[in-house]
C-alpha cells in the first residue's frame, strides 16, 4: 500500500510559483528525514531539499537555493515544497521522500537512505 504520496504539480510559467505538499497514509510511522527529489525524463533522479526534525535542519541544493523551501510537520509525516521563480529546467516529475532510519553524518541527498516513496506529481514549466 502506498504510504506517501504527493499533490500540488501543474503547469506554470516561468517565474512563477507552486506548492507540492506530501502526506503519510496506511500505518503510523516515525521518520528521521523527509526529502524531494525530482526526475526529468532521460535524467537521472536528483536531490532537490530535505528536512531533518532534529532541529529542523534544511538542506537544499545548489540549483533550488534560494527559490524553494521545504517545511513540514513531523508529527503528522508532512512536508512542503514552495517553489517559487520556477525555471523550465525545474521540469521534472517530483518525489517525496521518509527516511526512516537512523543515520549519521550527511545523508540527506542520499537517496537510499530513504525508504518510502510516493508516486510522483509533474511540474512543467513552460517558457
Known amino acids: 500500500q502506498v504510504q506517501l504520496a504527493e499533490f500540488g504539480g501543474g503547469l506554470v510559467q516561468a517565474g512563477g510559483s507552486l506548492r507540492l505538499f506530501c502526506a503519510a497514509s496506511?500505518?503510523?510511522?516515525?521518520?528521521?528525514?523527509m526529502g524531494w527529489f525530482r526526475q526529468a525524463p532521460g535524467k537521472e533522479r536528483e536531490f532537490v531539499a530535505a528536512?531533518?526534525?532534529?532541529?529542523?535542519?534544511?538542506y537544499y541544493s545548489d540549483s533550488v537555493t534560494g527559490r524553494f523551501t521545504i517545511s513540514g510537520d513531523n508529527t503528522k509525516n508532512m512536508v512542503f515544497l514552495q517553489m517559487n521563480g520556477l525555471k523550465p529546467e525545474d521540469t521534472a516529475v517530483y518525489y517525496c521522500a521518509a527516511a526512516l532510519g537512523y543515520y549519521s553524518g550527511n545523508y540527506h541527498a542520499n537517496e537510499d537512505r530513504y525508504a518510502l516513496w510516493g508516486q510522483g506529481t509533474q511540474v512543467t514549466v513552460s517558457s
Open positions: 528536512i531533518r526534525w532534529s532541529g529542523h535542519n534544511t
Open positions: 496506511g500505518r503510523t510511522f516515525t521518520t528521521n528525514a
